[in-house]
């Protein structure tokens, strides 16, 4: 089953923050993020895994909550590059040896 | 490292025809992963293998679908016969427990 995420698009401005949602039904073991600009392969930008830590590198932090099987991903005063969708993907057990199921994206448009 | 090297591109064909795509994971990597995307569907996982082993394919649409992974450094996805609705872009990713995916650049498929 599906993750669900939350909103479906969003349009910002240059420099304003973001908040993209990401939910289960089924248990979450780890939870990927990854942004897929148009016409291009999904690109890595983190994994958490259990124990609700939050990591990041730059502006792009994202925090997982098992207890409540959820994973928000935050984007900190946007910039142009950001523009592209965005998948979680989650596994059930395993860590990643079985596969990610991912949700159907958020789509960020970043404005000038 | 070259990544996660995707054969061909671009493939058009005629619906009846076979269709094989190839895939080349990165050095080192024990798991491999086949996913379609398209407008309606999103991300499907079709079959991913552990240390060349097929783990899951019930992703795998139907019986025209065939994947192998002969050795750590080659997989292929078969479709036999091709039609209309097998038209989506299919991507190959490599990964390491724990660790995230790097997908290739993916072969847009489209079948007329």
């Known amino acids: 089953q599906q993750p669900v995420q939350s909103p479906q698009a969003v349009i910002l401005r240059e420099g304003e923050d973001a908040v993209i949602n990401c939910s289960s039904s089924k248990a979450l073991y780890s939870v990927h993020w990854y942004r897929q600009k148009h016409g291009e392969a999904p690109v890595f930008l983190m994994i958490l895994l259990k124990g609700g830590e939050q990591k990041g590198h730059e502006k792009i932090s994202a925090s997982f909550n098992e207890k409540k099987q959820q994973s928000s991903l935050y984007l900190t005063a946007s910039q142009l590059s950001y523009s592209g969708t965005y998948f979680c993907g989650r596994t059930g057990t395993g860590g990643g040896a079985d596969g990610l199921t991912f949700g159907k994206g958020t789509h960020l448009i970043i404005q000038p | 490292d070259a990544g996660v090297i995707q054969s061909p591109r671009h493939e058009v064909t005629e619906m009846g025809q076979e269709v094989t795509l190839r895939c080349k994971p990165i050095?080192?990597?024990?798991?491999l992963f086949w996913y379609r995307q398209t407008m309606m569907r999103g991300l499907e996982l079709l079959i991913y293998?552990?240390?060349?082993?097929?783990?899951?394919d019930s992703g795998m649409p139907e019986d025209r679908f065939s994947a192998k992974m002969p050795n750590a450094s080659f997989s292929t996805l078969k479709i036999q016969p091709s039609e209309p609705r097998d038209s989506a872009v299919y991507f190959c990713?490599?990964?390491?427990?724990?660790?995230?995916?790097?997908f290739g650049s993916g072969t847009r498929l489209t079948v007329v």
């Open positions: 050095s080192g990597h024990n798991s």
């Open positions: 990713a490599s990964t390491q427990v724990g660790y995230g995916y790097t």
């Open positions: 293998f552990n240390n060349n082993v097929p783990i899951d």
